[in-house]
C-alpha cells in the first residue's frame, strides 16, 4: 500500500516516525480488548474486558492462584492458628494474608489489563494520510495483524497483536507485560517474593517449637501430615522466592535503564530518549515515590469493572 505522500513497508522491526501517542485510529480503541477474537476492530463504545484465551497461560494462571491459596491454607491453618500465643498467630496472619491478598490483585490487574496492544487493522490509506508524515518518510507495518508499529513495538505470536515497550510474554500471568501493565507485574513479583519469604521464615519457626515439645500439640493435623505439608510449602516457597525475587531485580534494572528484556537481548540501541532511574521509575508507577507505588487498586473504577465482569458474553469476547 502506497501513497504519495509516503512509502509503507512489510517489517517487524519498530521505526521512531510513530510514537506511542500516535497509534489510535479515529474509533479504534487500543485498551480493553479481547484477544483471540475473529473481530479485528472494537469501537471505543463497545468496551471489552482484556484477557488471553491461551491455554497454556490459563493453566500456568490456575496453578499460581492454587499456589498461593495453598500457602494461605498452610500458613493459617497447621501453623498459625493452633499456635498458643494470641499475638503471633494475628500480626503474623494480617501481615501474611494482606501480603497474599496484595500479590492476587496485583497477579488479576497484570492478567486483565491491556499491555500496550496497537489497533489491529490500522495499517490503512486515510489512517496514514492522517499521520501528516513528510514525503519520503517510510513507516513500518507488521505483516501479521497488519498494524502500524510505533516505536519500541513488538508482535506477540501468542497475543497475537503488536505490543508498545512489550518486555516479554508471561504465561504465569497469562499476558504480556507491556507498557501498560509493568507496573502490576512488577508488585507481583513483589509480593509473591515477600509472601514466600515469610512463608519460609513461619516453617522454620513452627519446625523449631515443634521439635521442642510435642508435635500433636502443635497442630490439629496428624505429625505425618503437617511435616508434608510444610516441606511442600518450604519448597514452593523456595522457588517462588529465587524466581520472583530475580525477576523483580530484572524489571527493575530494565526500568531504571528504560530498556525492556527483547531490546536487551537484540542489543537494539535505542533511538529514544532514554528515561534513566528515578524518571524511569515515575514513568512505570505514575507521579513521585510514596506508597501508592505500591498498591495494585490504584486507578481501577469499581463501577466499570462491573460493569465488564457482568456485560453479555459474544463469542469469544466479554463485552457491554
Same mark, same amino acid.
Given at each position: 500500500?502506497?501513497?504519495?505522500?509516503?512509502?509503507?513497508?512489510?517489517?517487524?522491526?519498530?521505526?521512531?516516525? $510513530?510514537?506511542?501517542?500516535?497509534?489510535?485510529?479515529?474509533?479504534?480503541?487500543?485498551?480493553? +480488548?479481547?484477544?483471540?477474537?475473529?473481530?479485528?476492530?472494537?469501537?471505543?463504545?463497545?468496551?471489552? $474486558?482484556?484477557?488471553?484465551?491461551?491455554? !497454556?497461560?490459563?493453566?500456568?494462571?490456575? =496453578?499460581?492462584?492454587? &499456589?498461593?491459596?495453598?500457602?494461605?491454607?498452610?500458613?493459617?491453618?497447621? =501453623?498459625? &492458628?493452633?499456635?498458643?500465643?494470641?499475638?503471633?498467630?494475628?500480626?503474623?496472619?494480617?501481615?501474611?494474608?494482606?501480603?497474599?491478598? $496484595?500479590?492476587?490483585?496485583?497477579?488479576?490487574?497484570?492478567?486483565?489489563?491491556?499491555?500496550?496492544? +496497537?489497533?489491529?487493522?490500522?495499517?490503512?490509506?486515510?489512517? =496514514?494520510?492522517?499521520?501528516?508524515?513528510?514525503?519520503?518518510?517510510?513507516?513500518?507495518?507488521?505483516?501479521?495483524?497488519?498494524?502500524?508499529?510505533?516505536?519500541?513495538?513488538?508482535?506477540?505470536?501468542?497475543?497475537?497483536?503488536?505490543?508498545?515497550?512489550?518486555?516479554? /510474554?508471561?504465561?504465569?500471568?497469562?499476558?504480556? +507485560?507491556?507498557?501498560?501493565?509493568?507496573?502490576?507485574?512488577? &508488585?507481583?513479583?513483589?509480593?509473591?517474593?515477600?509472601?514466600?519469604?515469610?512463608?519460609?521464615?513461619?516453617?522454620?519457626?513452627?519446625?523449631?517449637?515443634?521439635?521442642?515439645?510435642?508435635?500433636?500439640? !502443635?497442630?490439629?493435623?496428624?505429625?505425618? +501430615?503437617?511435616?508434608?505439608?510444610?516441606?511442600?510449602?518450604?519448597?514452593?516457597?523456595?522457588?517462588?522466592?529465587?524466581?520472583?525475587?530475580?525477576?523483580?531485580?530484572?524489571?527493575?534494572?530494565?526500568? !531504571?535503564?528504560?530498556?525492556?528484556?527483547?531490546?536487551?537481548?537484540?542489543?537494539?540501541?535505542?533511538?529514544?530518549?532514554?528515561?534513566?532511574?528515578?524518571?524511569? =521509575?515515575?514513568?512505570?508507577?505514575?507521579?513521585?515515590?510514596? &506508597?501508592?507505588?505500591?498498591?495494585?487498586?490504584?486507578?481501577?473504577?469499581?463501577?466499570?469493572?462491573? $460493569?465488564?465482569? /457482568?456485560?453479555?458474553?459474544?463469542?469469544?469476547?466479554?463485552?457491554?
Amino acid at each position: 500500500m502506497q501513497s504519495s505522500n509516503h512509502r509503507l513497508r512489510d517489517m517487524e522491526q519498530h521505526h521512531p516516525l $510513530l510514537s506511542a501517542g500516535a497509534d489510535v485510529e479515529t474509533g479504534s480503541l487500543a485498551a480493553g +480488548v479481547m484477544v483471540g477474537s475473529p473481530h479485528a476492530g472494537h469501537t471505543a463504545g463497545n468496551r471489552t $474486558l482484556w484477557f488471553i484465551q491461551d491455554s !497454556c497461560g490459563m493453566v500456568c494462571a490456575t =496453578m499460581t492462584w492454587f &499456589l498461593v491459596l495453598y500457602a494461605e491454607f498452610v500458613v493459617n491453618f497447621v =501453623m498459625l &492458628l493452633p499456635a498458643k500465643s494470641f499475638w503471633y498467630s494475628l500480626l503474623n496472619g494480617a501481615t501474611f494474608n494482606s501480603l497474599a491478598v $496484595l500479590a492476587l490483585a496485583s497477579h488479576l490487574r497484570t492478567m486483565l489489563t491491556d499491555p500496550g496492544a +496497537v489497533p489491529k487493522g490500522n495499517a490503512t490509506k486515510e489512517y =496514514m494520510e492522517s499521520l501528516q508524515l513528510k514525503p519520503g518518510e517510510v513507516i513500518y507495518k507488521c505483516p501479521k495483524c497488519c498494524s502500524i508499529k510505533p516505536e519500541r513495538a513488538h508482535h506477540c505470536s501468542i497475543c497475537k497483536r503488536c505490543i508498545r515497550k512489550m518486555d516479554h /510474554h508471561c504465561p504465569w500471568v497469562n499476558n504480556c +507485560v507491556g507498557e501498560k501493565n509493568q507496573r502490576f507485574f512488577v &508488585l507481583f513479583t513483589m509480593y509473591i517474593a515477600l509472601i514466600s519469604a515469610h512463608a519460609l521464615g513461619l516453617s522454620g519457626m513452627h519446625f523449631f517449637t515443634c521439635i521442642k515439645a510435642q508435635w500433636n500439640e !502443635c497442630s490439629e493435623f496428624s505429625p505425618g +501430615v503437617s511435616v508434608l505439608l510444610l516441606i511442600f510449602l518450604c519448597l514452593e516457597a523456595i522457588l517462588f522466592l529465587t524466581f520472583t525475587a530475580v525477576m523483580f531485580g530484572t524489571q527493575i534494572h530494565s526500568i !531504571c535503564n528504560d530498556e525492556t528484556e527483547i531490546e536487551r537481548l537484540k542489543n537494539e540501541k535505542p533511538t529514544w530518549e532514554r528515561r534513566m532511574r528515578w524518571d524511569g =521509575m515515575r514513568a512505570v508507577f505514575g507521579g513521585p515515590p510514596s &506508597l501508592l507505588w505500591c498498591n495494585p487498586f490504584t486507578g481501577l473504577r469499581l463501577r466499570r469493572l462491573l $460493569l465488564l465482569t /457482568h456485560g453479555r458474553r459474544s463469542g469469544s469476547e466479554f463485552s457491554v
